[in-house]
Structure formats: structure tokens, C-alpha cells
Nanobody
Framework: QVQLVESGGGLVQAGGSLRLSCEAS????????MEWYRQAPGKQRELVAG???????YYTDSVKGRFTISRDNAKNTLYLQMNSLKPEDTAVYYC???????????????WGQGTQVTVSS
């Protein structure tokens, strides 16, 4: 009932930048926390960054100072600005949202399909 669609991934050289977007649509009453995860080949999915509805943010240590998470509540859209990219940032990036459905105020947790980020050295 809630769909998340990521965009903005691609191939970039080390030191470059990318901006990921994640738009949520469907039967949404409200979205609370939104997060970005990533999964590199052969590794477990890891939390990259998160943001509350009020704008509080948190980051995994490896991206602090390089990545910035933000959101537009009016557009139900999540962003991840990634600067100073490194080859180890190469992964599929997924967005995640927790909220309440408009139809019955039941909680939901939805995932996007992922977008590939590849950083060449």
C-alpha cells in the first residue's frame, strides 16, 4: 500500500558526488523515521543514515562528514547527498520508511527496490 522509489544512483569517480532520492507514495497518513541502508556484494545490509520527522539525524561512522540526509515532508521524499565518495561506498542503496497508513492508521514499514552506486578508483 506504500511504495518507495529510489533514484539518483550511478557510476562516479572517487572524490565525486551523487544525490539519491526516495519518493514515497500510496496510502500514507504520516511518515515518521526514514533511513538509507546499503548492501555491498557479499556483505550484510547496513544502516547508513536516518532522519526523524522532526529532522533529527544519525549516521554510521564511515560516512560522517561526507553524507547528508534530508527530507521533504510535504513531498514524502528522502534525500542522501553523498560527497567525497570512496570505492568502499560502492553498494546498492535502499531507502526505508516507517509510518501510519491513511486507511486505518495501521503502522507500516516499506522498502524501496534499491539503486546502484558504483565508485571507481
Amino acid at each position: 500500500q506504500v511504495q518507495l522509489v529510489e533514484s539518483g544512483g550511478g557510476l562516479v569517480q572517487a572524490g565525486g558526488s551523487l544525490r539519491l532520492s526516495c519518493e514515497a507514495s500510496g496510502s500514507i497518513f504520516s511518515i515518521q523515521a526514514m533511513e538509507w541502508y546499503r548492501q555491498a556484494p557479499g556483505k550484510q545490509r547496513e544502516l547508513v543514515a536516518g532522519i526523524s520527522r522532526g529532522g533529527s539525524t544519525y549516521y554510521t561512522d564511515s560516512v560522517k562528514g561526507r553524507f547528508t540526509i534530508s527530507r521533504d515532508n510535504a513531498k514524502n521524499t528522502l534525500y542522501l547527498q553523498m560527497n567525497s565518495l570512496k570505492p568502499e561506498d560502492t553498494a546498492v542503496y535502499y531507502c526505508n520508511a516507517d509510518g501510519l497508513l491513511r486507511s486505518n492508521f495501521a503502522p507500516f514499514r516499506s522498502w524501496g527496490q534499491g539503486t546502484q552506486v558504483t565508485v571507481s578508483s
